[in-house]
């Protein structure tokens, strides 16, 4: 049974930052690309960012890009999201997925195998 937890939202102002955290165990965490997705009030769940098995590669949503820095310890499982100069279009919930047949990672939430529970990101103005 693999776990996805995140932690590290909460409320920040606008232009401040949070560190996202999702803690992975289970399985091989080395064998799962992995991504965050969010989901704000009203609206479909999107993607952010994805990242490779190894970390070598990233993808990035155009919204974020600049702004979020995805990373992975594969030696902890775990998988952080580094957000800066956040802005109220950013409150959403924010989910970790792990795709464990594939490896480079993906932007499409259906190619994900697991999620967690979320994590709920406020950005007031």
């Known amino acids: 049974q693999v776990q996805l937890v995140e932690s590290g939202g909460g409320l920040v102002q606008a232009g401040g930052s949070l560190r996202l955290t999702c803690a992975v165990s289970g399985r091989a965490f080395t064998s799962y690309a992995m991504g965050w997705f969010r989901q704000a009030p009203g609206k479909e769940r999107e993607f952010v960012v994805a990242i490779s098995w190894s970390g070598g590669r990233t993808l990035y949503a155009d919204s974020v890009k600049g702004r979020f820095t995805i990373s992975r310890e594969n030696d902890k499982a775990t998988v952080y999201l580094q957000m800066n100069s956040l802005q109220p279009e950013d409150t959403a919930v924010y989910y970790c997925?792990?795709?464990?047949?594939?490896?480079?990672?993906?932007?499409?939430?259906?190619?994900?195998?697991?999620w967690g529970q979320g994590t709920q990101v406020t950005v007031s103005s």
């Open positions: 997925a792990a795709d464990d047949r594939r490896l480079l990672g993906s932007s499409w939430d259906y190619e994900y195998d697991y």
